[in-house]
């Protein structure tokens, strides 16, 4: 479960700061996205753990977490199959540099 919620975390992070962003500020919105994410979103989960886990076992908190991720993969999963799949050639970057890698020819 872990593999695939962390995964495209940061791909959807660094894909949305990108998208919606103001000229040159990218980074920052991803800096803040990923402090709230691992600063709040860790602490709060942490708190949430904490409860089920004293309130009922190591099996039930695992269960509720797994069914958690498995609802968010159906969502995910659905959400992939009705929105459309934007060309390449209309990626806009709202301004900010995206650099390109070009390969060097040797010799």
Same mark, same amino acid.
Request: aromatic share 14%; glycine share 12%; net charge positive.
């Given at each position: 479960?872990?593999?695939?919620? =962390? ?10 700061? $990108?998208?919606? !962003?103001?000229?040159? %500020?990218? &980074? ?22 904490? =409860? ?10 695992? $269960?509720?977490? !797994?069914?958690?991720? %498995?609802? &968010? ?35």
């Amino acid at each position: 479960m872990h593999f695939f919620n =962390f995964g495209i975390l940061y791909v959807l992070i660094a894909q949305q700061a $990108l998208e919606i !962003a103001p000229s040159g %500020l990218s &980074g920052t919105l991803q800096g803040i996205v990923y402090g709230t994410s691992f600063g709040l979103g860790r602490g709060v989960g942490l708190l949430i753990s904490l =409860f089920i886990y004293t309130r009922m076992t190591k099996r039930y908190l695992f $269960l509720i977490y !797994a069914l958690f991720n %498995l609802v &968010g993969v159906i969502i995910y999963s659905i959400y992939c199959l009705l929105s459309k799949r934007r060309s390449s050639s209309s990626f806009n970057t709202n301004g900010n540099h995206i650099f390109k890698l070009v390969p060097h020819k040797l010799g």
